[in-house]
């Protein structure tokens, strides 16, 4: 049976027709466009980056002081490998582990100076530095205690033999030096370590450190390097071959940094295979046309891959946390245009229409829905390019790119497509699906609607106030601040988090400091001057372990101390050392040995010492290095920001004597940077993201009655989102946040193509909206909300909580488009116009 004969736009006809005659052209012209865009696409993803810095601006003040540290320094970062056979191990367990450490330890330091900057199993020679110029190296103060204490006693015998002692029972002085013994050792690393290795038999661990070759937080490098230790650790046969039981485990930044973006790797792959099956399941089960599958995915294939390669041209020449998922959004968004379309194709054609026709009558019916929500998602997504936040910008160029081709693809080159595979008469439904035909989900949903208009729109109403009254309650407590919950999920309990907190207990500090970066000495000695009495009250006094410049080691007033130590050493004389314990004389010894104490030099300090301090210029006094506390917290935003806060305030104190600033360079900072920059550009991100929406809904129904249902619609169902994602305790971190602008474009989509279809048939079928868009917007729906679910299976918690927020935000935005909308709408054309509509059936194919 032939259907009504519809009006049709000539236009439509001619357009479908020139399309058809140019089709294998089209196609040819996107082939040989689809093979650089996909070798770029390729280029992108194979350089992914995880790293915190590549969500900010270059000029943010920490990227920019990072930059600086990487071009001055040659490196401060760390890969921690751990033999661990148990807490309190037999000696010969613990000699295996040492034995496995030495073994590896020989094999990494063959690899390239690039790579590797050193290798490290001890400290033997900061041991034997230090203890040879302990007295040179000590606090001013603690140096200058120590002598008047030995003065004091050399003071009492002389008037014990003069007779010239005022009380003769008077006892002696006391030569104790526990106190300043007591607070160097617990500022010693390797109190609790075995000899002069990094090997704690408490524990049952040894260590081996590798310094990374250079500053970076390069997740290539760090993966190239955590892949060849594997490798060189599996060559030797594994930990089991020295000891049964015995486990090895990787830690520290470079550990972090490949890991998070192994994990990134991975959910990618998993969440595209995930959305790949079941997006070809669903569209199987609703057109029930095999082809149809083809015909979505091979132009929006084409799209997403040329969206990629056009946001390269503009800049986006590296993807990050923020931007490598996009590829699955730009599917998961775009398929909607060409479900909308064959959806409208396919019932047209079972309709008993020709192909042309089919064809025609589906892009004039559905082009101004498709086009006024791709518009709108793209200007969503565009809007964020105004924001500073890097991770934003760059999402909103590539996916604001995405949905533009992703229309424009789908109406270009699936028309064509759809005509060559469709050439055996009207499209059949295969054996497998036929039992489908009887389910008709629409039909009910648009009865129900027909019959409980008043009753649904007072529901979305009530829900809408409650939703009200949950956001009301919305503050920055709903903000996540706890980076450490936006890592991989499993690292706490077999990860670098579970072994960095084993190798936190062994070493009793963090290995890698925040650098000041100052222009020299003079200004090095300020900052550091001011950072220690800094650290003697809050905040920083619970937060610095300690802060160290080239003065520790090389002290600038050598000459001075020198003196001062020869004289203590003359007056030792044999009747002092005869009262000492010999705990007390063996310390006293080291500190003023028999022989005299030479100059420091720089050379003769190791290496390892000067890491973060010597430059590859060759120099080392224009750096000030702070570790932070284990127990400091940065893990946490605010304590984090007002770390960083202090630290940027002491770095300005050489300004008060016409010097520079001090450039506070480390992960503290970055981390820092990010949340102020998410807390600023994420609220501005959504206003515009909403304004652009607004004024493309405005300018492409016009002002028309469709306008004001279209708009309460969104923010009925973002209302919604925002009240389930706090009922829910769902924080907002700077990878979720994505999901509010998100919704603001597709949400928009559902309500459009809804309003389009009931507004193209006369504004008289409301029923008829549902059954011939609200299958095709539902499918949508689904496809994006299995998109956007494949991420609940992601380690990376950020994925995770992304996908979440974001299934939440389809589904209410569906329901509002699919139920409360055509209840509304109902509702209205019966208080008009005074009459009842039935529900009419859905025309039989």
Not at 357 to 362: G, T
Not at 509 to 530: N, S
Not at 742 to 752: E, L, P, Q, S
Not at 790 to 796: C, M, T
Request: charged fraction near 20%.
């Amino acid at each position: 049976m032939i259907a009504a004969p519809v009006p049709t736009a000539e236009r439509s006809r001619r357009f479908v027709a020139w399309l058809l005659r140019h089709g294998r052209l089209l196609w040819l012209l996107a082939g040989l466009a689809a093979v650089p865009a996909t070798l770029r696409t390729v280029g992108l993803y194979a350089n992914l980056h995880s790293e915190m810095e590549e969500l900010l601006p270059p000029n943010a003040e920490s990227v920019r002081a990072v930059e600086e540290l990487r071009r001055r320094m040659p490196g401060l970062q760390f890969l921690g490998v751990l033999a661990d056979v148990g807490p309190h191990p037999a000696p010969a367990r613990l000699a295996a582990a040492e034995r496995f450490i030495d073994d590896l330890a020989a094999r990494v330091r063959a690899y390239p100076p690039a790579l590797v900057g050193g290798v490290r199993t001890g400290f033997a020679a900061e041991r034997a530095f230090i203890e040879r110029h302990a007295a040179l190296l000590l606090e001013r103060d603690d140096l200058h205690s120590i002598c008047e204490r030995i003065q004091d006693r050399l003071r009492w015998e002389f008037g014990q033999r003069a007779g010239t002692l005022i009380d003769d029972s008077e006892p002696p002085p006391p030569l104790d030096f526990s106190d300043i013994e007591r607070r160097y050792r617990q500022d010693t690393k390797w109190a609790n370590l075995a000899g002069n290795r990094f090997t704690d038999p408490r524990l049952g661990l040894s260590l081996l450190l590798v310094e990374a070759g250079g500053f970076s937080t390069s997740a290539r490098q760090a993966k190239e390097m955590l892949e060849r230790v594997a490798s060189d650790v599996a060559a030797l046969g594994g930990p089991a071959a020295y000891a049964p039981g015995m486990r090895v485990g990787y830690t520290g930044d470079v550990a972090i940094s490949a890991e998070e973006t192994s994990a990134l790797v991975q959910d990618l792959t998993l969440s595209s295979l995930l959305v790949v099956a079941a997006v070809g399941l669903v569209l199987l089960l609703f057109f029930r046309w095999p082809p149809c599958v083809l015909a979505l995915l091979l132009p929006l294939a084409l799209a997403t891959v040329c969206a990629f390669a056009l946001a390269s041209l503009l800049g986006v020449d590296v993807l990050n946390s923020n931007t490598a998922f996009l590829g699955s959004i730009i599917v998961g968004n775009g398929i909607n245009f060409g479900i909308v379309q064959i959806a409208r194709y396919m019932e047209e054609r079972r309709a008993g229409q020709d192909v042309r026709e089919a064809l025609a009558r589906s892009l004039w019916g559905t082009r101004p829905g498709t086009l006024s929500a791709a518009l709108a998602a793209a200007v969503a997504y565009a809007s964020l390019t105004a924001m500073q936040f890097r991770g934003f910008r760059q999402f909103g160029v590539i996916g604001g790119i995405g949905m533009v081709l992703a229309w424009t693809s789908t109406f270009l080159l699936t028309p064509p497509l759809l005509a060559w595979m469709d050439r055996k008469g009207r499209p059949s439904i295969p054996a497998p699906f036929r039992f489908l035909e009887r389910l008709h989900p629409m039909d009910g949903l648009a009865r129900l609607v027909a019959r409980f208009p008043r009753v649904i729109v007072l529901v979305g109403i009530a829900f809408t106030l409650a939703a009200l009254l949950q956001v009301r309650g919305f503050s920055s407590a709903q903000i996540e601040y706890d980076l450490s919950r936006m890592r991989r999920a499993d690292t706490w309990r077999s990860g670098e988090g579970y072994w960095g907190r084993k190798m936190d207990a062994m070493l009793g500090q963090y290995l890698t400091p925040v650098v000041l970066l100052t222009d020299g000495p003079v200004e090095t000695r300020a900052v550091a001057q001011a950072l220690r009495e800094a650290a003697k009250s809050p905040p920083l006094d619970a937060m610095v372990a300690r802060v160290r410049t080239l003065d520790d080691f090389l002290p600038p007033d050598q000459a001075e101390r020198l003196r001062e130590i020869e004289r203590t050493r003359k007056k030792l004389t044999a009747n002092v050392r005869a009262d000492l314990t010999d705990e007390q004389r063996r310390g006293l010894e080291a500190l003023f040995p028999a022989e005299p104490i030479g100059p420091v030099e720089l050379g003769a300090i190791p290496e390892t010492l000067l890491k973060g301090m010597k430059e590859r210029n060759g120099r080392a006094d224009s750096a000030v290095l702070v570790y932070p506390k284990l127990g400091a917290g940065l893990w946490d935003g605010p304590r984090n920001t007002a770390f960083v806060a202090t630290l940027r305030a002491i770095a300005r104190v050489p300004e008060q004597s016409g010097g520079n600033a001090a450039r506070v360079a480390g992960a503290p900072p970055l981390s820092a940077d990010v949340i102020a920059s998410m807390s600023h550009d994420g609220p501005l991100a959504s206003l515009l993201a909403f304004v652009g929406v607004v004024l493309t809904v405005l300018v492409l129904f016009r002002g028309r009655m469709a306008t004001p249902f279209v708009l309460a619609s969104l923010l009925m169902g973002v209302l919604w989102m925002l009240a389930l994602c706090m009922a829910l305790r769902i924080k907002i971190n700077f990878v979720n946040f994505i999901a509010f602008p998100i919704t603001f474009g597709i949400g928009i989509d559902y309500a459009v193509n809804v309003m389009a279809r009931f507004v193209g048939d006369g504004g008289r079928d409301v029923g008829g909206a549902i059954r011939g868009t609200g299958g095709a917007v539902s499918l949508c729906s689904a496809t994006t909300v299995i998109g956007y679910s494949s991420l609940l299976v992601a380690k990376n918690l950020g994925l995770f909580y992304f996908g979440f927020l974001a299934v939440l935000g389809e589904l209410t935005c569906l329901s509002v488009a699919v139920v409360v909308l055509p209840a509304a709408l109902l509702w209205w054309r019966r208080g008009e116009n005074g009459i009842q509509e039935e529900p009419t059936e859905s025309p039989k194919s």
